[in-house]
C-alpha cells in the first residue's frame, strides 16, 4: 500500500486544466491520465521543479496528484458535480473570480486629474474626532436621533445596539488627521461640520449611518511634494469607488433587476429567532424566484444559502424585508457582473481559466469528503485509547509551581510588605492591609494562583520564583509604583497527562490517522477501478538536482 501524505482535503488544490483521451497507455503527451482526465507537463512542471532533487517531495506531489485525480473520477461517477449546492457552490466561486476580474478591468481605467490632488492639499489643515453608529433599521435610527437629541451618548449606543463589529469595539470613535481623508460615506457631511454638530441618519449601502461631531482642529500639513503621492493614491480609490458604484447602478438599470418581494417575506417569515438564519422550506417555495433580471435569476434556495454561508462575523437581518431586499440585488449585481466578464473574454485568459478549473474541482472534491472520506472516518474509544497511549509521553504536562499572591497597589503597600518579610510576620494574616490580584488566581480563590508553568512568568523574573522552595516569599515589581507579592505554596511536576487532559489533541490525531488510512484504502481501491497511465520516467527526471553553474546559481530547466 502507497503512503501517501495528502494535501487534498486541507485547501490544497492544484491550479492545472486537465482534458483529452486515454489510449492504452495515456492520452499523447501526458503524464498522468486517469478515464478522461489527464495532466500534462505544462500543467505540472513549475510545480515540480520546486521540488527537484527532492526525491520524496517530489513522489509525494505525484502521489498527491494521482489521488486527486482518482477522486475526481469516483466523484463524477457518483454524480457529486450535480449536487445542487455543490453547483450553488461552484457557481459562487467561479461568481466571486470573475467578478473581480470585470471590476479589475473597468476600474483600471480611471486616471486621476493631477490638478485633484493640488486642490485637495490646498484645502487641507483640519482635523477631526466623531462618534459614528450604522444599523439596517431606519426606524431604530429615528429613535437613536432623538435619545442623542435628548443627550444620551452616541458612543455607549455604538457599543450596546450599534450592528457594525468594529464600530461596537471602538464605541463609534473615530478620529481622523485630515477631514479630506475621511472616508466616502462620511466625507460630504465632515467638510463643514463643526464640534457638537448631530448629522442625522443618511442611507449608506445596507443600512443607515448617523454621525456625531466631538471635536475640529486645525494644523499646518506637510509640503505638497512630500505628500503628493499619499494624497494622489488616495484620491484615484475615491474616483475608482465612484466609479464603481456609477457602473453597478448603471448594471441594474440596464438589466432591469426586480426583487420578488412576496419570496422576500416568505424569507423573512422563515427567518430564525436570532435573525442570522433561516427554518427549512418547502421544495416548491426553494424554486421561487427571488430576484431576476433581463437574462437571469436566483432563486430563494440560491439566496438563503448565500446569506448563511456569510462569515459568521458579518452583520445580517433575516428577518427584516429591506435587508434582504437589498442584499438580494447585490446577488444580482455580481451575477451580471460576472455576465459581462464573460462577455469581455475575461474567462478565457489563461490564469482566469486555472483559477476557474481549480475552484469547480475544489467543489467538487470538498463534496466528495463530505460523502466518502467523512463516511470512513470514525474515532471509537478504542482507537483514541490506542492513540493515547502512542503520543501521551510526547505531550508531556509542563512543571508548575502554585503560588499565594497579593497585589501592592503603591509604594507604602510595598515598603510594609518588605518589612514584614524582614520580620518574619505572615503577611497572609494581614491581607486586608492589601489587594487581591485577579489576573492570575484560580477560580473562586482569593490569594491561591493558578498553575504557573516558567513560560507563563515574565523572563526577568522566571529564575528568581522557580527557585523558591515550599513557603518562600517574593516581592515581583509591575511599574514603578506597583508590584505583586508571591509565596510558594506547592509543585506540580512535569507528569504524562491523563486522556482527558490531551482530549482535544488526541481526537485531533486519531481522526488524522483514520483519515490517511481511509485516504490510502481508497487509492488504491480505485485504482483498479479507473485506468490509471503514470509516466514515471517523467517524474524522475526530477529527482535529479539542477546542475550549478561556475559561480554556483542554480539552473532550472522548465518542461
Not at 459562487?92 to 478591468?105: D, G, K, N, T, Y
Not at 481549480?358 to 469528503?369: F, M
Request: glycine share 4%.
Amino acid at each position: 500500500m502507497r503512503k501517501i501524505a495528502i494535501l487534498i482535503f486541507a485547501g490544497f488544490v492544484l491550479l492545472f486544466s486537465s482534458c483529452g483521451q486515454v489510449s492504452a497507455d495515456g492520452a499523447d503527451g501526458a503524464v498522468i491520465s486517469v478515464g478522461e482526465r489527464s495532466i500534462f507537463p505544462e500543467n505540472v512542471s513549475g510545480s515540480f521543479e520546486r521540488y527537484r532533487g527532492d526525491t520524496l517531495s517530489v513522489d509525494i506531489f505525484k502521489e498527491n496528484i494521482i489521488a486527486r485525480e482518482l477522486f475526481i473520477a469516483h466523484a463524477l461517477d457518483l454524480g457529486l458535480d450535480n449536487d445542487r449546492k455543490v453547483i450553488r457552490i461552484v457557481h459562487e466561486r467561479e461568481r466571486e473570480i470573475l467578478q473581480a476580474q470585470w471590476l479589475s478591468h473597468s476600474l483600471d481605467q480611471t486616471e486621476l486629474d493631477p490638478q485633484e490632488a493640488l486642490h485637495f492639499w490646498e484645502t487641507m489643515g483640519t482635523g477631526i474626532s466623531y462618534t459614528c453608529f450604522y444599523h439596517q433599521d431606519s426606524l431604530l435610527m429615528d429613535s437613536v436621533l432623538t435619545m442623542v437629541e435628548d443627550g444620551e451618548s452616541l458612543s455607549d449606543l455604538a457599543a450596546e445596539i450599534g450592528i457594525d463589529a468594529m464600530l461596537r469595539q471602538t464605541r463609534g470613535q473615530i478620529s481622523i488627521v485630515d477631514v479630506n481623508y475621511s472616508n466616502t460615506m462620511d466625507h460630504e457631511y465632515l467638510i463643514n461640520a463643526r464640534a457638537g454638530d448631530i448629522i442625522a441618519p443618511f442611507p449608506v449601502t445596507m443600512g443607515w449611518r448617523m454621525l456625531q461631531i466631538d471635536s475640529t482642529w486645525t494644523y499646518t500639513p506637510a509640503s505638497f511634494e512630500s505628500d503628493s503621492q499619499r494624497i494622489s493614491s488616495m484620491l484615484l480609490a475615491r474616483t475608482r469607488e465612484s466609479r464603481k458604484i456609477f457602473l453597478e447602478d448603471s448594471l441594474k438599470t440596464v438589466y432591469n433587476v426586480q426583487v420578488n418581494l412576496d419570496v422576500v417575506n416568505l424569507m423573512a417569515e422563515n427567518a430564525d429567532a436570532d435573525h442570522r438564519s433561516f427554518g427549512v422550506f418547502q421544495p416548491e417555495e426553494e424554486e421561487l424566484s427571488a430576484v431576476t433580471w433581463d437574462g437571469g435569476s436566483r432563486t430563494l434556495f440560491s439566496v438563503t444559502e448565500n446569506i448563511m454561508g456569510l462569515p459568521g462575523h458579518l452583520p445580517r437581518q433575516t428577518d427584516d424585508i429591506q435587508w434582504l431586499e437589498d442584499y438580494a440585488k447585490r446577488l444580482a449585481l455580481f451575477d451580471i457582473e460576472m455576465e459581462e466578464a464573460i462577455k469581455l473574454g475575461l474567462d478565457t485568459i489563461p490564469d482566469v481559466e486555472r483559477r476557474l478549473d481549480a475552484k469547480h474541482w475544489e467543489a467538487v472534491l470538498d463534496k466528495y469528503y463530505e460523502v466518502v472520506i467523512s463516511a470512513r472516518i470514525a474515532s471509537d474509544s478504542v482507537a483514541i485509547n490506542e492513540v493515547y497511549m502512542d503520543i501521551r509521553e510526547d505531550h508531556p504536562i509542563e512543571e508548575s509551581r502554585v503560588f499565594h499572591v497579593l497585589f501592592l497597589a503603591n509604594t507604602e503597600r510595598i515598603e510594609a510588605a518588605e518589612a514584614m518579610m524582614a520580620s518574619g510576620d505572615d503577611i497572609l494574616a494581614a491581607m486586608d492591609q492589601f489587594e487581591i490580584f485577579p489576573p492570575i488566581l484560580a477560580e473562586d480563590q482569593e490569594t491561591i494562583t493558578i498553575p504557573l508553568t516558567a513560560a507563563m512568568i515574565p523572563e526577568d523574573d522566571r529564575e528568581a520564583l522557580f527557585n523558591l522552595t515550599s513557603g518562600e516569599e517574593a516581592i515581583v515589581v509591575l511599574t514603578d509604583s506597583t508590584a505583586i507579592w508571591l509565596r510558594l505554596d506547592s509543585i506540580n511536576e512535569e507528569r504524562i497527562p491523563a486522556l482527558e487532559e490531551i482530549r482535544e489533541r488526541v481526537v485531533s490525531e486519531t481522526e488524522q490517522r483514520l483519515e490517511t488510512q481511509a485516504i490510502e484504502a481508497l487509492v488504491d481501491s480505485l485504482s483498479g477501478v479507473y485506468h490509471l497511465y503514470v509516466d514515471q520516467e517523467y517524474f524522475e527526471g526530477f529527482y535529479i538536482p539542477a546542475e550549478a553553474d561556475s559561480i554556483g546559481s542554480i539552473t532550472t530547466e522548465v518542461i
